[in-house]
């Protein structure tokens, strides 16, 4: 039995959860999200909590996943999530026009990203970058987009990273004498 998919999941006040066979609609302050899950799990609403339960031993790596989805769903509608990203280097910059994201990366033409639906963009400097939404995995998917556009690089440290994120640096070649 899986440690993290025998707890239960405490369902805050404000939050409403509908379970239809194998599909469950979570909607809180923020919107709503539903999701469908695998018919080798039984999902029970008991009080104010969510219970994940499995009809076969074999399937505990499927409990656990189950009980996080369920879990990042119950605080994506509530709190919601965030990705924040920092530009490093000369002439590197973000600009927020409208629903567009505008980035400076070097290239001989900006870069232009369209929000989607269902993610925010906030550009509180020139140098970072916050992505926000309700759905954990469209946030983060969103900002590594984002990030792919110039990966940092080891020599200098240039390009887009998460804040946080460490850069192993290398040095760089050996200028001797001949």
């Not at 008991?46 to 009809?55: F, G, H, S």
């Not at 790596?61 to 530009?87: C, D, P, W, Y």
């Not at 989607?116 to 509180?124: L, N, Q």
């Not at 946030?139 to 998460?162: C, M, N, S, T």
Request: hydrophobic share 35%; aromatic share 4%.
């Amino acid at each position: 039995m899986s440690r993290i998919g025998k707890n239960p999941i405490i369902i805050p006040q404000g939050v409403e959860v509908k379970i239809d066979d194998h599909t469950v609609t979570v909607k809180g302050p923020k919107g709503t999200l539903t999701q469908t899950f695998l018919d080798k799990v039984n999902i029970k609403m008991e009080e104010n909590k969510l219970v994940v339960t499995i009809n076969n031993e074999k399937d505990g790596n499927i409990h656990g996943l189950t009980r996080s989805l369920l879990n990042n769903m119950v605080i994506g509608v509530t709190q919601g999530f965030e990705k924040a990203l920092e530009i490093n280097g000369i002439g590197y910059r973000a600009q927020k026009q409208g629903k567009k994201l505008i980035l400076t990366l070097g290239f001989s033409h900006p870069v232009e990203i369209e929000e989607v639906e269902g993610i925010t963009i906030e550009v509180p400097s020139q140098n970072s970058i916050i992505v926000k939404g309700i759905d954990k995995q469209m946030v983060g998917q969103f900002a590594a987009d984002i990030r792919a556009y110039r990966l940092p690089e080891p020599y200098k440290g240039k390009g887009i990273k998460y804040v946080g994120e460490h850069i192993r640096r290398k040095e760089g070649k050996a200028g001797g004498k001949k």
